[in-house]
């Protein structure tokens, strides 16, 4: 017996929303692009996986993950980053800077940003990185906003690879 994906507890697509304004598909890229100057790329990840997990955007957790992965990350650091503070080790402290507060630009609705939270991030980046890791975390944020919103399919499973 087959099941609709009603049944399964999953849906479609709403709509391509770059399709249908891609002035703002450019917009986000070119802010993507920008925030992206001047930031290592390995914590630029690690920063788009755990936004995505807060999220709950398997279109951009899929990506992100997949690009790790071809950049030689660890399956056991992308295991684990949801639980980075539990594992001793495994994060650079700059790492762990970077996602902590991630987590709090992700979670406004704990309240702003904690000053110890952006104090820790201040000590591992110059001020120059620490703009645009803030504006690497806030992209992430509206990818993500964009993509659970209008239910984004993500890649491996448009190509079958799900399984």
Request: aromatic residues 6%; proline residues 3%; negative net charge.
């Amino acid at each position: 017996m087959t099941t609709t994906q009603e049944e399964r507890g999953t849906h479609g697509p709403r709509m391509n929303i770059w399709k249908l304004v891609p002035a703002v598909y450019q917009g986000m890229s070119a802010f993507q692009a920008a925030a992206a100057k001047e930031l290592d790329p390995v914590i630029a990840e690690l920063v788009k996986i755990r936004a995505s997990q807060i999220n709950k955007c398997a279109f951009c957790l899929d990506m992100h993950l997949t690009d790790a992965r071809k950049m030689g990350e660890s399956q056991l650091r992308l295991d684990l980053i949801a639980a980075w503070e539990e594992s001793a080790g495994l994060f650079t402290e700059r790492e762990q800077a970077a996602l902590a507060l991630t987590e709090a630009i992700t979670l406004l609705t704990d309240g702003f940003v904690p000053d110890e939270v952006y104090r820790r991030a201040a000590e591992h980046f110059d001020e120059t990185e620490l703009a645009h890791l803030i504006a690497q975390i806030i992209a992430i944020n509206a990818w993500n906003r964009f993509q659970v919103t209008t239910r984004a399919v993500p890649a491996s499973l448009k190509n079958g690879d799900g399984e």
